[in-house]
């Protein structure tokens, strides 16, 4: 195994390193006619746009690239369905000069065999669509930076890309249309006017297209994302009025306390879910972290646990130590104080973050305790006082305990 | 949160929640220490049946089909009866629960809560005290968070320091008993300061309630 990762990366060379290079398979998400072109782009981690006008330029020697086109739709497999609903990490080379060089003398090199072979449409329509195919690609072709720009007129007006990169596309589409005109003499003979608008319209469909397409698109993406929201909004008004109110029918029978706690977790993903606080999105907030350690204790211990927080900060390496800790003092309140309720209160403040474990329980005497209870607050305590915070724990015999924690921030 | 629970004295509870299963649920566990004066299902029927029944506290389901707890609580109020309300949940959206105590209920418990606690929240209720479950607390410190914005009635816009301190205290899980004792002040003085912010909840016009409260369409 180690052997033939080690020759997979000398052969991988200085493209896509380390990253798996994915099957060659049909997209569905992105596609003109089959999936073909970006499939292939996915696989060969290049644009698909590249792909497309390398199809469109080779189609032109005697129909090449058709064959080869209809070829790979025959050959790859369609992706699967629940592929397409995310979308795929996309790995792109940025191609370095030469690599751009040796792509580029490959596709003359195909299109001159061609030629001498003899398999050309002719002079009139090769050269003016090669011109306007590479100014397509140049335009068109964007690299990672710019993709978030909305259109690349964006990405020029706010300076992320040179215009020259515009303009030289321009330039090139705009000869492809005076070669085309000139080259078909015959034909400009039969009526020069019209083929003039033709033509204009034509390269301006070139420059302008691939804009309005990606417009078209996001618009069909928007409608479909409202859709999305009401239906919901609808679920949400359902499942309040059936499933919440079932799971605190639930819980009100006290005897069984799998059942209760088993309610209990539910609830409280159900809501997360409800009120926009989903777990997938989660990790990142404090807020979140908590009301999670909270239900992993509820579910584990058959305890409950009423998590209440103020503010919401980032969570850094020290707020999750923070939240650790608090995992940890509200474990040991669930496990080892008598009571079935721990309240967790924390609060998010300018200059620091303050957290309360509190249980109504049997407490003790901290100059007393038990050496396992000594380990657990050890661990509490000295897990903040690494991260610069503070931690301490309040108890006596029949009043219960609070562990108080506080971790000073940063200034924004 | 546990409140040592008072001698029930039979104070008499009007139930009010659209859900059958649920009604009958709450009306056994409080028959025994409670008058139960009868219960409803719908807006309509819960303000005809409060007003002739006449109830010292209702049990109100925050959300009901036609206006949902704010239009029993307007009902009632105009008929002018003189019941307190305490809002019973499912949700703990901030929306829900400053929404319903807006619209004039001195208290709010999620159904989730114990019989015992039900039954200390009633009697509270009933004595013209306000009950304020933690996470009722943490909402009020979160909407009243922060003094940049200009507040334009410093009295109702903002809470001093001792109110945001009881409510830290009962955030955390304290009962008004434990919280006196912490602060070396009363247990009346711990109402006092709940029912001031109470009042603030209900009267300010601080954007934060504001937006929340219309985001449920509930003032």
Sequence with gaps: ?412 | MTAPTRAATGVSVFVVDDHELFRSGVRSELSRRCRIVGDAGTVDEAVAGIVRADPEVVLLDVHMPAGGGRAVIEGVRAAGSKAQFLALSVSDAAEDVIGIIRAGARGYVTKSISADELVAAVQRVHDGDVVFSPRLAGFVLDAFAGDSDEPIDPELDLLTARERETLRYIARGYTYKEVAAELHISVKTVETHVSAVLRKLQLSNRYELTRWASDRRLV
């Design chain 1, 1 to 412: 195994m180690p052997a033939m990762a080690q020759v997979g990366v000398r052969r991988g060379g200085g493209g896509v390193a380390g990253a798996a290079r994915p099957r060659l398979e049909r997209s569905r998400s992105d596609r003109v006619i089959a999936g073909v072109a970006a499939g292939i782009g996915h696989h060969l981690g290049i644009e698909p746009i590249v792909v497309r006008v390398a199809f469109v330029v080779l189609t032109l020697a005697a129909g090449f690239g058709l064959v080869v086109y209809l070829l790979a739709w025959l050959l790859a497999p369609l992706e699967p369905a629940d592929a397409a609903a995310k979308p795929r990490p996309r790995i792109l080379i940025r191609p370095t000069l030469g690599q751009a060089l040796g792509a580029a003398l490959i596709l003359a090199g195909v299109l001159l065999l061609l030629f001498v072979t003899g398999f050309w449409f002719g002079e009139e329509l090769a050269w003016p669509v090669t011109l306007a195919a590479i100014g397509f690609a140049i335009l068109w072709a964007r690299s990672g930076e710019e993709r978030g720009a909305r259109w690349p007129l964006d990405a020029v007006l706010t300076g992320r890309v040179f215009s020259s990169r515009m303009l030289v596309g321009s330039l090139l589409i705009l000869a492809a249309m005076v070669v085309f005109l000139l080259a078909n003499t015959s034909l400009r003979a039969a009526g020069s006017t019209l083929l003039a608008v033709f033509v204009a319209i034509g390269g301006l469909a070139l420059i302008i297209g691939p804009w309005a397409w990606s417009m078209g698109r996001e618009l069909i993406e928007e409608r479909s994302q409202l859709v999305r929201t009401e239906a919901r909004a609808e679920m949400a008004a359902h499942l309040h009025d059936s499933v919440l109110q079932t799971l605190a029918l639930i819980q009100r029978s006290p005897e069984q306390r799998e059942m209760v706690s088993l309610a209990r977790t539910q609830e409280r993903e159900l809501r997360a879910w409800l009120y926009g606080r989903a777990p997938t999105l989660a990790g990142a907030r404090l807020r979140d972290a908590i009301d999670a350690m909270a239900g992993r204790v509820e579910h584990e211990q058959h305890a409950k646990v009423e998590a209440i927080v103020v503010g919401d900060a980032d969570l850094d390496e020290h707020a999750r130590a923070l939240v650790s800790a608090v995992g940890e003092a509200t474990l040991n309140a669930a496990r080892h104080s008598g009571s079935t309720e721990v309240s967790v209160y924390v609060e998010v403040e300018d200059d620091a973050i303050s957290a309360y474990v509190r249980d109504h329980g049997n407490g003790f005497d901290p100059a007393q305790v038990a050496s396992d209870r000594r380990g657990i607050a050890d661990s509490i305590v000295g897990r903040m006082e690494r991260h610069g915070g503070t931690a301490e724990v309040n108890s006596r015999p029949g009043g219960g305990t609070e562990v108080v924690m506080r971790l000073p921030r940063k200034p924004a």
